[in-house]
């Protein structure tokens, strides 16, 4: 599916990199003057996905407009395993944030069923999380801001036409869109939001966690998403997950994941003939997501990962090794 080309705002020429907590500072103080000039004392509702980049966001508002922020967490059935239960934890239980939680996994599926091209899929989760967040901010009265944690390789990405991020390319119009967005990152690469972080106090924890798309595994389950495939996808990621942490490729690999295509292949199980879908194991290092380079996996430890999901996993019987860099290939496969 061709996307349409929309313009898209570009960064500044002039504008310095956010490398030191000094320009992080300065870039905060800004922000949080400009974010009470344009919202004054109305409420805005932050879509929370749990991730680096709406987290930072999260803990830029609360500076700028504290309890006029509301948070609303969106469960599409399409978070890694666990995810949901450790957001909800992390920003309702421990930072005291006030978070709306919205188990909408049906509903989602159940527009996504048989729909195998990628940049729809991407239309049809961006517009339902639109409608969502609609839903929830007249819940609550006049909420008219919907803050999202958009950063510029989103916006690079989608304007080129390589593919719509749902926050980006990915949203319906504009003159179907009921709230008004604000996107304080929209400039940032995925390093200078990591300094941002730091300086508004987030742990290390949080501020280096890898990123998660926010279609979540929509975009790994690739084709069209299948229950039953989208939990072995789960499952399988988060065998690579733990493994990754025994070994300490966690706290040296930028991004690292589990794909699961829409094909199977013949294989064999307790001696028997066991067709099964090949889970695609992709790790990758990078600054600014434009370009990556691939990790170097000890042997041992791909042969770990292996045994333990082909064994552990229902429905995957291969396991392979995604070597190829960025570019050709984005970081994401869909």
């Keep these: 599916m061709e996307m349409e080309k929309k313009e898209l705002p570009v960064r500044p020429a002039d504008m310095a990199e956010i490398k030191t907590p000094e320009l992080a500072k300065a870039f905060i103080d800004e922000q949080i003057a400009a ?88 239309k049809i989760i961006g517009e339902e999380f639109i409608k969502v967040f609609d839903e929830e901010a007249a819940k609550h009265g006049d909420i008219p801001y919907l803050a999202q944690g958009t950063i510029y390789p989103d916006i690079t990405e989608s304007k080129d036409g390589i593919k719509a991020h749902h926050n980006v390319g990915g949203l319906p119009d504009g003159e179907e869109m009921i709230l008004e967005l604000v996107e304080p990152l929209m400039f940032l690469y995925k390093d200078e939001v990591r300094v941002v972080g730091k300086a508004l106090g987030l742990s290390d924890e949080l501020v280096n966690r890898q990123p998660f798309p926010g279609p979540g595994l929509g975009v790994r389950c690739l084709g069209a998403i299948t229950r039953d495939r989208l939990d072995a996808l789960r499952e399988a990621d988060a065998i690579l997950r733990e493994e990754f942490d025994k070994c300490g490729l966690s706290k040296t690999v930028w991004q690292y994941f589990i794909s699961v295509p829409d094909f199977t292949s013949v294989g064999s199980r307790n001696g028997k003939r066991y067709e099964g879908w090949p889970a695609i194991i992709r790790a990758v290092n990078t600054e600014k997501a434009l370009t990556a380079t691939i990790e170097e996996i000890p042997y041992e430890v791909l042969h770990r990962i292996t045994d333990r999901i082909t064994h552990e996993v229902d429905g995957i019987n291969r396991v392979v090794y995604d070597l190829t860099p960025k570019p050709t290939g984005t970081i994401e496969w869909e």
């Design 35 to 122: 974010i009470r000039e344009r919202v004054g004392d109305k409420r805005v509702l932050l879509a929370l996905s749990g991730g680096v980049d709406s987290s930072v966001v999260a803990a830029l508002l609360i500076k700028a407009i504290g309890k006029n922020l509301l948070c609303v967490h969106v469960n599409h059935g399409l978070m890694r395993k666990n995810e949901s239960e450790g957001v909800i934890d992390l920003f309702k239980n421990q930072l005291g944030a006030e978070l709306i939680y919205r188990d909408e996994t049906d509903r989602f599926l159940g527009l996504l069923e048989g729909v195998s091209d990628p940049e729809k899929k991407r």
